[in-house]
Nanobody, 119 residues
Framework: QVQLVESGGGLVQPGGSLRLSCAAS????????MGWYRQAPGKERELVAT?????NYADSVKGRFTISRDNAKNTVYLQMNSLKPEDTAVYYC???????????????WGQGTQVTVSS
């Protein structure tokens, strides 16, 4: 089946950087949207960034985060710079894709990776 595997989270000081990766594998026919969401304790999950042929960012991360994708590797990345304590959250990748066993696109989610920004 289709799987999404995330990596790259961790603990970083304010002002630091991290790079998240999310690789999709399995019987993938076509990928449409790839993106990142995050959920802080006590808060709802929110959009961070998405990428198709263009990119879309939450206002809170514009100018600090960069989303990119490698279509040959079915992988999406999130480069996070100038990190702030309020960026602390579990980050989830999201991929909208069509498998070889379906005519429809559906959303798949990664397992989540913790990002903690603290001194």
């Amino acid at each position: 089946q289709v799987q999404l595997v995330e990596s790259g989270g961790g603990l970083v000081q304010p002002g630091g950087s991290l790079r998240l990766s999310c690789a999709a594998s399995g019987p993938i026919f076509s990928i449409n949207v790839m993106g990142w969401y995050r959920q802080a304790p006590g808060k709802e999950r929110e959009l961070v960034a998405t990428i198709t042929t263009g990119t879309n960012y939450a206002d809170s991360v514009k100018g600090r985060f960069t989303i990119s994708r490698d279509n040959a590797k079915n992988t999406v990345y999130l480069q996070m710079n100038s990190l702030k304590p309020e960026d602390t959250a579990v980050y989830y990748c999201n991929v909208r894709l069509r498998s070889h066993y379906s005519n429809n696109y559906r959303d798949y989610w990664g397992q989540g990776t913790q990002v903690t920004v603290s001194s």
